[in-house]
């Protein structure tokens, strides 16, 4: 079993920055994904920025914005926002896939981001 613990939500105001957090723990041995996605009220659940051991990708709407990193030791991947914009309000899922007793594929609980105009 992998679980997923993620912070750093909340409320701020258009072109401000928030942090998001997203540590994995339990039986990890390899960790080959690790991913951020949102999802809006009435809207599919979206890629927002994804990276492995060897690159990184951004949906269009973030790039320049927001930056993905990791740190391996920590298990934990970041999620960096700058200038957020109202339509970046959503609910954001961390995602992470390895191997461990078994392959994985984890998912967070979720935090909101709500950016007010």
């Known amino acids: ?26 039986s990890i041995l390899i960790i080959n994904y690790m991913g951020w996605y949102r999802q809006a009220p009435g809207k599919q659940r979206e890629l927002v920025a994804a990276i492995t051991s060897d690159s990184t990708n951004y949906a269009d709407s973030v790039k320049g914005r927001f930056t993905i990193s990791r740190d391996n030791a920590k298990k934990t991947v970041y999620l960096q926002m700058n200038s957020l914009r109202p339509q970046d309000t959503a609910v954001y899922y961390c995602n992470v896939m390895g191997y461990g007793l078994g392959t994985f594929d984890s998912w967070g609980q979720g935090t909101q981001v709500t950016v007010s105009s």
Do not use: D, I, P, T
């Open 1 to 26: 079993q992998v679980q997923l613990v993620e912070s750093g939500g909340g409320l701020v105001q258009a072109g401000g920055s928030l942090r998001l957090s997203c540590a994995a723990s339990g």
